[in-house]
C-alpha cells in the first residue's frame, strides 16, 4: 500500500514558479514509477509527467515539455514537479500518482493517487 501526499500549491502570477511536493508513505516506493496529472476546471484529469522507479527516465506531456520538470528523492520517499514559465491554462489540480510500471502512468491508470494540490495562476 502506498499513500501519497502533495504539497506546495498555491496561487502564482503568469511567468512564475512552483514546486509541487508528493510525499509517499510505504517501504516500497522506490520500486514504484511515479507521475503527476492534472485536471482543469471542467476538464478531464490528463498526463503531465512521470519518472521511473529506478533509472530516472522521465516522460513529460508535450504542453509542459521544456517548462516543468519531474524528480525523486527515494531516500525521503518524495517525488517533485518543479514548474516555470506558468501559464494561465496551467491553472488545475495537480494529483500525484504511483503506479508499479511506468506504461500505467502513460495510460492513466496508476495503483495509487494522491488527492490532489490546487495551482492557479492568474494572468
Known amino acids: 500500500q502506498v499513500q501519497l501526499v502533495e504539497s506546495g500549491g498555491g496561487l502564482v502570477q503568469a511567468g512564475g514558479s512552483l514546486r509541487l511536493s508528493c510525499a509517499a508513505s510505504g517501504r516500497t516506493f522506490s520500486t514504484y514509477a511515479m507521475g503527476w496529472f492534472r485536471q482543469a476546471p471542467g476538464k478531464e484529469r490528463t498526463f503531465v509527467a512521470a519518472i521511473t522507479w529506478n533509472t530516472g527516465t522521465t516522460n513529460y506531456a508535450d504542453s509542459v515539455k521544456d517548462r516543468f520538470t519531474i524528480s525523486r528523492d527515494n531516500a525521503k520517499n518524495t517525488v517533485f514537479l518543479q514548474m516555470n514559465s506558468l501559464k494561465p491554462e496551467d491553472t488545475a489540480v495537480y494529483y500525484c500518482?504511483?503506479?508499479?510500471?511506468?506504461?500505467?502512468?502513460?495510460?492513466?491508470?496508476?495503483?495509487?493517487w494522491g488527492q490532489g494540490t490546487l495551482v492557479t495562476v492568474s494572468s
Open positions: 500518482a504511483a503506479a508499479r510500471f511506468m506504461y500505467l502512468l502513460s495510460d492513466s491508470n496508476p495503483n495509487y
